[in-house]
């Protein structure tokens, strides 16, 4: 999704008019072209946020959008918040741990030879 298409674009991949190409997506999905669009845009932003891809450039180029500001400016419609907001919303959710997190007396047991990889443990 990293390519804005138009209507226009899909219209002629199928050999419709752009209007009929809008009808149909409707009738078949109860959304138009563009509330389909955003839809995905929202949820492929929150995945990558996720991810821990917290530069905006880079999730807008991913999404589709060739301006940064244009993507900022979306995504205070989209998710009421700026995209600093929404990466600080989720940042708690992601699925890694910091060394800071982690129990200290833990990971200095984790340094004991006998758990690195390729060593005798039997030792």
Same mark, same amino acid.
């Given at each position: 999704m990293n390519?804005?298409?138009t209507l226009k674009e899909l219209g002629k991949?199928?050999?419709l008019d752009p209007s009929d190409v809008e009808r149909l997506f409707r009738r078949r999905t109860g959304l138009?072209?563009?509330q389909y669009v955003n839809l995905r845009r929202k949820e492929i932003v929150i995945?990558?946020?996720?991810?821990g891809k917290f530069l905006g450039y880079q999730v807008a180029t991913e999404i589709g959008f060739r301006e940064e500001h244009s993507f900022y400016r979306w995504?205070?419609?989209?998710f009421g918040v700026s995209f600093k907001e929404l990466c600080r919303q989720h940042q708690d959710r992601l699925p890694y741990t910091t060394? %800071? $997190? &982690?129990d200290p %007396? $833990? &990971?200095?047991?984790?340094?004991?030879?006998?758990h690195l990889?390729?060593?005798n443990p039997q030792k």
């Open positions: 390519k804005a298409v991949l199928v050999r138009t072209v563009k995945q990558l946020v996720k991810e995504v205070k419609q989209a060394y %800071a $997190e &982690s %007396a $833990e &990971s200095r047991e984790g340094l004991d030879k006998r990889p390729g060593t």
